[in-house]
T-cell receptor, first 115, second 113 residues
């Protein structure tokens, strides 16, 4: 069964460093998302991406964050100058098309720990 | 803005007992509702969704949910749980203006032998 793959599963980084979280969406999917979950809190929407551009972003997704689809398969989230409060589980998701009610398929998540 | 409330952070229940996980959402003209499950060390998996039509929605693994517009609720139920149902369950909503999901805080279901 096709699945969304995220790497690494766990990343530890020093405060102030840049990290890149990687995702391989399901191959025929066109719409991509990043969500995050700070420990004990809600899963929060960060950004959606379609047709090589950001479709929607939340207030959390400020200039510290960027997304890219560098090739036909990967979808990355870059976090510049990480802060302690960026520690969270980051989920990538993809769906076939941008349509209300279309199921989003989620990856296993990358646990980011900023020390 | 849409919001989702899952009042129970943890629900312990004995095997073969029924369970209900509660979810309430803020009112909207058109709303689409989802339940996702996260098993340990895995991603989020769709259990079921309500888009329109019948208010009783059946999903995978014997789960069902009922959309109640007057109470703005979408509670998840299973008549008889198994140990393998131990997981975290997330309720989510999207509305007609966006494709993103707004999630609740999750309910950790622990099935006891």
């Amino acid at each position: 069964e096709p699945e969304v793959t995220q790497t690494p599963s766990h990343q530890v980084t020093q405060m102030g460093q840049e990290v890149i979280l990687r995702c391989v969406p399901i191959s025929n999917h066109l719409y991509f998302y990043w969500y995050r979950q700070i420990l004990g809190q809600k899963v929060e929407f960060l950004v959606s991406f379609y047709n090589n551009e950001i479709s929607e972003k939340s207030e959390i997704f400020d200039d510290q964050f960027s997304v890219e689809r560098p090739d036909g398969s990967n979808f990355t989230l870059k976090i510049r100058s990480t802060k302690l409060e960026d520690s969270a589980m980051y989920f990538c998701a993809s769906s076939e098309r941008p349509s209300v009610g279309t199921e989003a398929f989620f990856g296993q998540g990358t646990r980011l720990t900023v020390v | 803005a849409q919001s989702v409330t899952q009042l129970d952070s943890q629900v312990p229940v004995f095997e073969e007992a029924p369970v209900e996980l509660r979810c309430n959402y803020s009112s909207s003209v058109s709303v689409y509702l989802f339940w996702y499950v996260q098993y340990p060390n895995q991603g989020l998996q769709l259990l079921l969704k309500y888009l329109s039509g019948s208010t009783l929605v059946k999903g995978i693994n014997g789960f069902e949910a009922e959309f109640n517009k007057s109470q703005t609720s979408f509670h998840l139920r299973k008549p008889s749980v198994h140990i393998s149902d131990t997981a975290e369950y997330f309720c989510a909503v999207s509305d007609s203006g966006t494709y993103k999901y707004i999630f609740g805080t999750g309910t950790r279901l622990k099935v006891l032998a």
